[in-house]
C-alpha cells in the first residue's frame, strides 16, 4: 500500500497502524552540513525578496488605490510552523476586507462550493479574490511577504506548504511527519500540480518530500518554481 493510499484509508490518529518506515538518518555530520547550507540559502533568498517588497509594495499600493480599494496591503494569518508551533504568515492581500469571515458563510450556503472546498481546501473562482488580487496570485507575487518569515526562521524556501490551524484535523494522522520540517515558500505541491492538487494530493506530495528531502532535491525543487512562475501557472 502506498503512502496516497495509506492516507485514503487510515482513520483519523490511527498513524501507528500504516507500518510506515521512518526515513534513513543520515551522517549526523553531512545532515549538520546540509542544514548549515541550507539557512544560509534562506538568509541569502530571503534578503534578496525582502529588498524586493520595497518597490513592488509602493507598485501594489497605487494599483489597490487606483481601483478604490483602500484596504491595507498586507494581511497575516496564523499557519502551523515546525513541530506544530503556530506562527503569523505574511502575505500581499489578495482578498476583500474579511474574507474568512465571509468564507463560513458563503459555504453554508452554497453545497457545490462547499463540497469542492472540502475536496481542495479551496475555491477556484472565490468571490472574495479582489481585482489586484488576481494579478497577485496569477504572477503568485502575494507569496513574496513570506521572505520576511523566511529571514525570522518561521519559514524556509523550500518545505512543505505550512497549513492552517483548522486543517489539522483533516491531515488525518500525518501531522507530526509533515510537520516535522520547516514549512516552505515552495515545495512539491506547487511544482507538481499547484491549485489542481486535491487535498490529499498535497498530504502525498508533502509526505514524500519528508521521506526524501535532501539539499540536491530543495535545488531542483527552487528551480523548477522559477520555471513555474515564469510559466505563469495557477496561484499557490
Not at 161 to 166: A, D, F, N, T
Not at 175 to 198: A, D, E, V
Request: hydrophobic fraction near 35%; include cysteine; aromatic fraction near 10%.
Amino acid at each position: 500500500m502506498d503512502v496516497r493510499e495509506n492516507i485514503l484509508s487510515c482513520e483519523k490518529g490511527d498513524i501507528e497502524n500504516l507500518n510506515i518506515t521512518p526515513v534513513l538518518e543520515k551522517n549526523k555530520t553531512v545532515l549538520k552540513f546540509e542544514k548549515i547550507i541550507k539557512r544560509f540559502i534562506d538568509i541569502l533568498g530571503g534578503g534578496i525578496g525582502v529588498l524586493t517588497l520595497i518597490p513592488l509594495t509602493l507598485i501594489i499600493w497605487i494599483a489597490n488605490r487606483i481601483v478604490k480599494d483602500n484596504g491595507p496591503i498586507f494581511y497575516t494569518q496564523e499557519r502551523i510552523g515546525q513541530n506544530g508551533k503556530i506562527f503569523k504568515m505574511y502575505k500581499y492581500r489578495s482578498m476583500i476586507v474579511g474574507a474568512d469571515e465571509k468564507l463560513e458563510k458563503y459555504l453554508e450556503e452554497n453545497e457545490e462550493a462547499r463540497e469542492e472546498y472540502k475536496k481542495y481546501k479551496k475555491l477556484k473562482n472565490d468571490p472574495r479574490i479582489t481585482i489586484i488580487g488576481k494579478v497577485l496570485r496569477k504572477t503568485s507575487l502575494d507569496e513574496f511577504p513570506q521572505f520576511i518569515n523566511v529571514l525570522k526562521g518561521d519559514m524556509s524556501l523550500v518545505g512543505p506548504r505550512p497549513y492552517l490551524p483548522r486543517e489539522k484535523e483533516d491531515m488525518n494522522g500525518f501531522f507530526n511527519y509533515i510537520t516535522s520540517c520547516k514549512p516552505g515558500i515552495t515545495g512539491l505541491w506547487q511544482t507538481t500540480g499547484r491549485s489542481n492538487t486535491t487535498f490529499t494530493d498535497r498530504l502525498t506530495l508533502d509526505m514524500s518530500y519528508y521521506y526524501n528531502h535532501s539539499l540536491k532535491l530543495e535545488i531542483k525543487i527552487l528551480l523548477k518554481t522559477f520555471m513555474k512562475v515564469f510559466e505563469k501557472e495557477g496561484a499557490v
